[in-house]
């Protein structure tokens, strides 16, 4: 056999063994090394999924189902989980779907970073498990929802909205040309709108820290609402005994004072009419005190002594 031909034949299995590695161990995913701990999820139901469903944590492919067995109140789900991958034994376990068309998958969703890990042979009670709807189950309850549905009420309401803007039109563009000048004037008062967001908190900060001040004076306010009552009952007490006195005791005195009075009190409307004569020639006589004011100033100048001028006739 010629050099060349060995050297082929050589190349070629080594080809075939790095695809068969390749395949065994990137494809089938089948790696010997790896260490896998088996955990049993007790559920009660499947939710969709099978043996061949993927298990996946914080969006990893963690492991995948090993088994789905049929016991006593429900089913247990062997996971066969890569041990290199820390998972949270309290991990919520959800039954997802990838698509529309099903593909259910398995995902451990981690509530916290303590421990303890999940282990090889640890158990998932089904109080940690949350099924989520199977693509077929949903259509059943859309399927339902669309039963309940009146088509009598759905096509009243159609008509109802097609007769409200039947001819209107115009109003219709009217309230869009409203909400147009609406959004306009938000945009172009943005800053004044921002600055009285603004000026709110700030006084929400300034009256920040009086809280504990009213408390202190909430005692203060009712005592002194108490002193106020009883003030007020007091002017109400003196009210009946002022009403008392000024109807009985004081009542009978007005009269009896203006018995005595009227015989000794001098007629005026009499001296009135003796006096008038006499005093009209002085009725005409105008005093002007503004004349009177500046002629005290002139005499008695503001800081310093009295002046008094004195004409001597020629």
């Not at 070629?12 to 701990?37: H, K």
């Not at 002193?227 to 005994?241: Q, T």
């Not at 009985?248 to 007629?267: A, C, F, N, R, V």
């Not at 009499?270 to 008038?276: F, N, V």
Request: hydrophobic fraction near 40%; charged fraction near 20%; charge should be negative.
């Amino acid at each position: 056999m010629r050099p060349g031909t060995v050297v082929s034949l050589l190349a070629l299995m080594a080809m075939t063994v790095i695809g068969v590695v390749y395949l065994t161990v990137g494809v089938l995913d089948m790696n010997p090394t790896r260490s896998t701990n088996r955990v049993v999820v007790h559920m009660d139901t499947s939710g969709g999924l099978m043996d061949t469903s993927q298990v996946t944590s914080r969006g990893i492919h963690v492991g995948r189902v090993e088994r789905i067995a049929v016991v006593p109140g429900g089913l247990d789900v062997t996971l066969a989980l890569d041990a290199d991958h820390r998972i949270p034994a309290d991990s919520e376990v959800v039954v997802a779907n990838l698509s529309a068309a099903g593909e259910q998958y398995l995902d451990l969703r981690p509530r916290g970073t303590g421990g303890p890990d999940l282990t090889d042979g640890d158990e998932i009670g089904n109080e940690q498990v949350r099924e989520s709807i199977t693509v077929s189950e949903a259509l059943s309850l859309g399927d339902s929802l669309a039963a309940q549905l009146d088509t009598n009420a759905v096509k009243g309401l159609t008509e109802t909205a097609s007769a409200a803007v039947d001819g209107r039109e115009g109003d219709v563009d009217r309230l869009v040309e409203a909400f147009r000048y609406l959004s306009a004037t938000l945009r172009d008062k943005s800053g004044e709108i921002r600055r009285l967001y603004d000026n709110a908190q700030q006084g929400g900060r300034n009256a920040y820290g009086y809280g504990p001040v009213m408390t202190d004076a909430a005692p203060w306010v009712g005592a002194t609402g108490s002193g106020v009552a009883n003030l007020l009952e007091g002017f109400n007490d003196y009210s009946y005994v002022g009403a008392d006195v000024w109807d009985d005791p004081l009542g009978k005195i007005g009269p009896k004072i203006d018995q005595y009075l009227t015989p000794l009190s001098p007629d005026l409307a009499l001296i009135a009419t003796l006096l008038k004569p006499y005093t009209a020639p002085i009725k005409p006589m105008r005093v002007d005190a503004g004349s009177i004011v500046d002629m005290l100033q002139a005499v008695f100048p503001p800081g310093g002594p009295a002046k008094l001028s004195v004409q001597i006739p020629n």
